[in-house]
């Protein structure tokens, strides 16, 4: 009985033996473990770091390259490549470079560049309307898009002096700092001294007048207007190729005294002698030859 209780006592022993280092032999294992992500913690966060670092170093390289920047010169010419003016057909390149030189050019890169005072540098010139700025980011520069005003009416003193200033469609004047006009833009010619009613002191209302009475003097005759004489404004003639009319005061009356073209401008054309003029002053017409 001893000796089995004696063989029990080391079969005992015997597994316990290897239990305690397979225990030992796992914590070693898992210390080795944690010290691995512990180490490989480190690394991720070492070259988190590291990249980190290399992109704060190149974007602050790429950001003071010249390129991201205008040049200081970039309002010195229009042969500059640095800016471009488009969509400006009254206001001249230059005038527009001028009004860019009021402003120091920004030593910002170009996305950081505010445009709000180049803006309204150029639309202090009179034809301009609204203006708009793109900015290019690589290589540096400016697009200076030009909405200008619509010319609606010009005005010269005499028939045979071109004009010297205009209205546009929104009834403001321009001066003859830009005259002439580009042929492309059709407008109602008006001649007039000044005198009596100054065109200077005209509104938008005035110029619509003016508008309304050529296009209805070309829907009946079916002739465009050469101009429409105003030097008396009491005596008012419109011109077109046919023949040279005359309407009197321009009043509210005066439009619909535009509908009897209809039929005298083909009577006129059938004459077979010179007018001088077409009167429809008067509620009978009456046709003025030239002797």
């Known amino acids: 009985m001893h000796n089995d209780d004696l063989r029990n006592n080391n079969n005992s022993d015997d597994l316990t033996i290897p239990r305690q280092y397979r225990r030992i032999k796992v914590r070693k294992m898992q210390r080795q473990a944690k010290r691995s992500n512990r180490r490989w913690k480190q690394f991720r966060i070492f070259l988190k770091l590291f990249i980190l670092l290399v992109l704060c170093f190149t974007c602050y390289t790429l950001l003071k390259h010249p390129q991201w ?69 690589y290589p540096a520069r400016l697009k200076i898009i030009i909405i200008e005003r619509t010319p609606a009416l010009t005005i010269s003193p005499d028939i045979e002096v071109p004009p010297i200033a205009f209205f546009s469609s929104d009834g403001k004047l321009i001066g003859r700092d830009y005259m002439p006009l580009p042929p492309e833009f059709k407008t109602v010619r008006v001649i007039t001294y000044g005198v009596g009613d100054d065109y200077r002191n005209w509104d938008r209302t005035k110029v619509n007048n003016f508008k309304k009475l050529a296009l209805m003097v070309e829907n009946a005759s079916g002739e465009n207007v050469e101009y429409i004489d ?62």
């Open 69 to 137: 920047r205008l040049h200081s010169n970039a309002f010195d010419s229009l042969d500059n490549p640095a800016l471009e003016i488009v969509n400006n057909k009254i206001v001249p390149s230059h005038k527009v470079l001028s009004a860019l030189r009021r402003n120091r050019v920004s030593t910002k890169p170009i996305f950081l560049v505010k445009t709000d005072n180049l803006k309204e540098s150029i639309k202090q010139l009179e034809p301009v309307q609204d203006v708009y700025i793109r900015r290019f980011w």
């Open 230 to 291: 105003y030097r008396d404004p009491k005596d008012v003639y419109v011109k077109i190729p046919t023949v040279n009319i005359r309407l009197g005061s321009f009043n509210a009356g005066v439009y619909g005294k535009t509908q009897r073209l209809r039929t005298l401008v083909p009577q006129v054309k059938m004459l077979n002698k010179k007018i001088k003029y077409l009167d429809l002053r008067w509620d009978s017409n009456f046709i003025k030859l030239d002797e």
